[in-house]
């Protein structure tokens, strides 16, 4: 019984009391008698009722001051549980407003409770993610309809109050439902995982060097073997010309005139230089395989570098080629690595030379303007052709075309190398059967080694 049930008896009671008066007024006296009997009896079973009542009310107030004592404990155990959470908690409205925010929170955030509470958890995401972030939290209130809506996980990158660095956060959200299962808030836990994501980068990074080392050591072992089987096959030519023709000298110099003896000598010379040659695209391509290959600029006299360079090549080809040289340089010496710019120049011209009909004429011209150097070779040789263009300044890479002719294919690997190491560029033009045009520009050097 509650207390709108007692104070109904008690009026119903005070009716009936009521009525009994009115009634002795107008019966007899025996009746009368009767009539306060009455009224006693049913005055004690009111009494019964109230005392019933009232120890009813006494169980409901000890039950009621049970309950609260038990949700003012319960109370305060979700209290501590939420401020002993390690990770960032909070508490917000479906838009996102926090309401409530354990330490953790104010710790992550760099700030008070107080400048916390009220304030939109947007506040801290970087600008450039807001759009996004409020996408997702619009998303979460859309499927606020679906009863089973499972909690929430993304990554969002947060700036801490008065703090310019950043920091990565895993968030985990859920839906706080009231008793009719409406959305009516969000519980949010926010982990900062900045360090681990660093700690993740770097190994993912430790991981690509050691990919990228092992690739380095394949790449390198391949062509040691390349390397090796090349070598092998091109030393082996010229060292037979070199041993037949001093075989030959050897027994019949004395019945041989002096030209005959002469074109011997000459091939062994020629042998010895391609050998010489070979040598010195080893050691080049050994050098920038290692690392040691250095770029070493000083000021030259462009002209005379060419012409002497010329003069060799004339001496190595014994005229079998003509040679049309042309220049247009200003007096400015040029700062480029001479020993590079060697190695360039004679692989261009000997290729011109190698790859030409006997006879044919090839073209060299060097210019000179705005601090930087232009050269030119043309051939009339065999071509290159368009599917070879990309793939020549690979290393052992030669042209489908040039099967009969001996070759490495480590020359214009080097060209492109030492062009590279100038911070300049190579350009190619060809076309089967009528030739091949290569164009290199070089910057001059600012940082001169004399």
């Known amino acids: 019984m509650n207390l709108d049930d007692l104070a109904l008896q ?20 025996q009746e009368d008698i009767e009539l306060v009997t009455d009224v006693f009896n049913e005055f004690y079973l ?3 009722k109230m005392q019933i009542a009232n120890e009813d009310l006494q169980q409901q107030n000890e039950e009621l001051s049970s309950a609260q004592q038990s949700l003012i404990a319960q109370g305060q155990r979700y209290q501590e549980l939420f401020e002993e ?53 619009n998303h979460l209130r859309d499927r606020a309809a679906i009863p089973n809506w499972k909690m929430q996980e993304w990554e969002v990158n947060l700036r801490p109050r ?40 770097k190994l993912e990074w430790a991981e690509e060097a050691m990919r990228q080392a092992l690739a380095k050591e394949r790449e390198f072992s391949e062509l040691k073997s390349r390397l090796l089987t090349t070598t092998s096959h091109e030393f ?27 074109i011997h000598l000459r091939r062994i010379q020629t042998s010895v230089m391609h050998i010489t040659e070979l040598l010195n695209d080893v050691s080049v391509l050994n050098q920038d395989e290692t690392g ?95 599917s070879d263009i990309e793939h020549i300044f690979e290393p052992f890479y030669r042209a489908s075309n040039t099967d009969n002719i001996p070759g490495m294919g480590l020359g214009m690997s080097i060209v492109k190398q030492a062009v590279d190491l100038h911070s300049g560029e190579i350009i190619v033009e060809s076309a089967i059967g009528t030739g091949t045009t290569f164009t290199v520009i070089l910057p001059f050097s600012t940082n001169l080694y004399v």
């Open 10 to 29: 008690i009026q119903l009671m005070r009716q009936r009391v009521a009525l009994l008066q009115r009634q002795s007024e107008q019966q007899k006296a």
């Open 46 to 48: 009111a009494l019964e």
């Open 85 to 137: 959470v390690p990770d960032a908690y909070l508490v917000t409205d479906p838009k996102g407003v926090i309401q409530e925010a354990n330490s953790a929170a104010n710790t992550l955030l760099n700030t008070s409770k107080n400048f916390l509470l009220n304030k939109p958890l947007a506040n801290f995401v970087l600008e450039k993610e807001l759009i996004a972030f409020h996408l997702k939290l």
């Open 162 to 201: 008065d703090k310019t660095s950043i920091i990565s956060v895993a968030v985990k959200v859920a839906a706080i439902r009231n008793q009719q299962g409406n959305l009516v808030g969000l519980r949010w836990l926010l982990r900062d995982i900045s360090e681990s994501k660093r700690t993740q980068a």
């Open 236 to 262: 082996r030519n010229p060292l037979a010309t070199i041993h037949s023709s001093a075989e030959l000298l050897e027994h019949y110099r004395h019945l041989w005139s002096d030209e005959r003896q002469q």
């Open 292 to 386: 040691k290959l250095e770029f070493n600029p000083t000021p030259l006299n462009l002209l005379e570098f060419c012409r002497d360079l010329l003069e060799e090549l004339k001496q190595s080809d014994r005229s079998q080629h003509a040679i049309v040289f042309s220049s247009e340089c200003q007096c400015t010496p040029a700062n480029l690595d001479a020993k590079l710019l060697r190695q360039i120049l004679s692989n261009l011209l000997s290729n011109c030379l190698k790859y030409s009909p006997i006879g044919s004429t090839v073209k060299f011209s060097v210019t000179t303007a705005n601090d930087r150097a232009i050269f030119q070779t043309q051939d009339s040789g065999v071509g290159i052709p368009a």
